[in-house]
């Protein structure tokens, strides 16, 4: 994607983040390109951001080299959440403000059905006066 972006007008400097879930091992494999790092909520509530494998947006470096990845297990039931920074960030704030709002309503809510746990992760933490980015939301039970 990185080599992609150079070659596409306004490509540059887009954000992603990758996953590979592999359901016999129980682990996921991920890296991000200046993308908000994806939440793991555990089956006990607690939350783990995805944040060992970051790398700056694509098309930012001078030249291509391979991106960094990070494995880390998961236990059933956990719920894997990937999201854009529509939903944690504000022009206001700082962005650990945006996660530590995220890893809260994941823990209040994440017993939910994954639908649910959407409506209620919308509900609490994009603004009521109206967002001003996009927003992205997956939410995947392991």
């Known amino acids: 994607l990185g080599l992609y972006a150079r070659h596409v007008d306004g490509a540059e400097s887009t954000t992603v983040v990758k996953t590979y879930i592999d359901w016999e091992t129980h682990t ?3 890296s991000s390109a200046g993308h908000p790092p994806p939440a793991l909520l555990h089956p006990d509530g ?3 951001f995805l944040d060992r494998a970051t790398d700056p947006p694509l098309g930012a470096r001078p030249e291509h080299v391979p991106r960094p990845e990070a494995t880390t297990p998961f236990a059933e039931g956990a719920t894997l959440v990937l999201y854009s920074d529509g ?3 504000r022009r206001d704030e700082d962005i650990d403000t945006g ?10 809510h994440g017993r939910a059905r994954p639908e649910t746990l959407a409506d209620a992760l919308l509900a609490d933490l994009l603004p009521s006066s109206g967002n001003t ?3 992205v939301l ?3 039970r392991l």
């Open 99 to 108: 996660l530590a709002r995220l890893a809260d309503s994941l823990a209040r």
């Open 46 to 48: 607690t939350v783990t």
């Open 133 to 135: 980015d996009d927003t």
């Open 87 to 89: 939903l944690i960030e």
């Open 138 to 140: 997956v939410i995947i």
């Open 28 to 30: 996921l494999t991920y």
